[in-house]
DNA sequence: TGCTAGCATTACGTTTACGTTAAGGTTAAA
DNA sequence: TTTAACCTTAACGTAAACGTAATGCTAGCA
């Protein structure tokens, strides 16, 4: 058994325009089969756009999740220089480790943030039901 | 004592262009005093630069970012419908929380090949003093 | 006095990531 | 058979985030 998808099927589950999709393909970042002239996505396709989603909502360009793919491709075939991966994936994870930081700083502003608008709220309430200058 | 700062001052702490400063000015993300034509920057300005850039880091536009400070003001001011500013934090957390799920996956993705590339070149070394077809 | 450094504005250029027609081929139901 | 719902390519449009001139003011200094 082997699942396939077409590209409506793709943009319906993950949210996202056919256009977009095509202009993944365009970029580089999935290469479908073809059927005629029709695209049929296979699995591995489909795991690629959730791993390009996935770097998109980090932020990462196109160009740069097309390097990771490439990267990771390169690695499994063991054709690169694994010394050269290896500072590359440690650039990486530096910056995700920042990303992770400024995370957690804005969860904890937002929770702040949060906490004084309910102290608001609960004052408003409170002076609502009783005279105004209390 | 006031410190206030340079445009080339702030430039050269964040490692960003004067070029991307007052374009920052332009979309409403600082708004510096004048001397003459010259902007002076007070600490405010540095911060909200600062949070602008991580902001940034994170992926979110200038425009977001933008909103962002507006309704922080706002909360300050309490003029905004508090409920409404609950609603959007709410919003920013679960995105956030969606960034860091992403992050901890793809620093998995990145601790896994990193051990593997670390193996293979075990492997190469190993093989690299011993003849080739030990 | 003329040069250099640092600030300014205006405005056009560029890259990225798609959106948006335009124009058409294929299949299936009415 | 025509209408609708899919799919395709090609190509122009657009918003964001600056880069990059081009031009000009001003202050210090050899």
Chains 1, 2 share one sequence.
Do not use: W
């Not at 699942?3 to 949210?15: K, Q, R």
């Not at 309910?118 to 004052?123: S, V």
Request: hydrophobic share 40%; charged share 35%; glycine share 4%.
């Amino acid at each position: 058994m082997t699942t396939t998808f077409t590209i409506s099927d793709l943009a319906a589950e993950f949210g996202i325009t056919i256009r977009a999709i095509r202009h993944y393909e365009d970029k580089g970042l999935l290469c479908p089969r073809r059927e005629g002239t029709n695209r049929v996505f296979s699995n591995r396709d489909r795991v690629r756009l959730k791993l390009a989603l996935r770097g998109k909502r980090l932020g990462f360009s196109l160009a740069e999740i097309r390097e990771m793919f490439n990267l990771y491709d390169l690695a499994r075939d063991e054709q690169l220089l694994l010394q050269e991966f290896l500072v590359k994936l440690e650039r990486r994870r530096l910056l995700l480790e920042q990303q992770r930081e400024d995370i957690e700083v804005m969860l904890n502003e937002i929770a702040f943030f949060d906490s004084q608008c309910r102290k608001l709220l609960a004052d408003k309430d409170a002076t609502g039901k009783e005279p105004a200058n209390a």
